[in-house]
T-cell receptor
Framework: KAGVTQTPRYLIKTRGQQVTLSCSPI?????VSWYQQTPGQGLQFLFE???????NKGNFPGRFSGRQFSNSRSEMNVSTLELGDSALYLC????????????FGPGTRLTVL | GESVGLHLPTLSVQEGDNSIINCAYS??????FIWYKQESGKGPQFIID?????DKRQGQRVTVLLNKTVKHLSLQIAATQPGDSAVYFC????????????????FGQGTILTVHP
């Protein structure tokens, strides 16, 4: 069974631009969570989607948004990029409920110049 | 100004030794705990998990111990190999009042494990 895939793997943007990252969960998994990983803050939860609905959200500004499609694939969007948004963005999928094991993708490395 | 990164604890062991990585968690109501391994350039990889109704769980070469009294989690790796070198994270699923905290894992800062041949 294929793992979680994320595209693109690397991205370079400039301040003020927006970016969209994509995540395809493991087949059969319906929950997708997104995390931001930085050297300064570690791994921080962004949001979680299940059946196209956002069920949970972390403490990030409204510039960070996401969505989930009927096939469980998910995208996250960051608008008006800031230098501090440079990070590894990780997506994780699980079968359904919040306490199911989450399996992570390789991440998208975003660099904001 | 310049940001200060997390100062991760480090553990250096010789190949073949047993390793113990410790983690203190914050929420006494957390009911699910996971250990992940992250190698450079990769996403976190699931190692083993444990629920709060257990105090020990064993996998292949790994054992997780949970002490709810002092809110402490540990990962023991037997016969550590160079391929075990990575950053190890513990994660907890905090329990929100009124229901499960959907999809949210709270991660520890991580421990860098270096295995010398």
């Amino acid at each position: 069974k294929a793992g979680v895939t994320q595209t693109p793997r690397y991205l370079i943007k400039t301040r003020g631009q927006q970016v969209t990252l994509s995540c395809s969960p493991i087949s059969g998994h319906r929950s997708v969570s997104w995390y931001q990983q930085t050297p300064g803050q570690g791994l921080q939860f962004l949001f979680e989607y299940f059946s196209e609905t956002q069920r949970n959200k972390g403490n990030f500004p409204g510039r960070f948004s996401g969505r989930q499609f009927s096939n469980s694939r998910s995208e996250m969007n960051v608008s008006t990029l800031e230098l501090g948004d440079s990070a590894l963005y990780l997506c994780a999928s699980s079968l359904s409920e919040g306490t199911d094991t989450q399996y992570f993708g390789p991440g998208t490395r975003l660099t904001v110049l | 100004g310049e940001s200060v990164g997390l100062h991760l604890p480090t553990l250096s062991v010789q190949e073949g030794d047993n390793s113990i990585i410790n983690c203190a968690y914050s929420n006494s109501a957390s009911d699910y705990f996971i250990w992940y391994k992250q190698e450079s350039g990769k996403g976190p990889q699931f190692i083993i998990d444990i629920r709060s109704n257990m105090d020990k769980r064993q996998g292949q070469r790994v054992t997780v111990l949970l002490n709810k009294t002092v809110k402490h989690l540990s990962l023991q790796i037997a016969a550590t190999q160079p391929g075990d070198s990575a950053v190890y994270f513990c994660a907890e699923n905090p329990y929100n009042a009124g229901g499960t905290s959907y999809g949210k894992l709270t991660f520890g800062q991580g421990t860098i494990l270096t295995v010398h041949p």
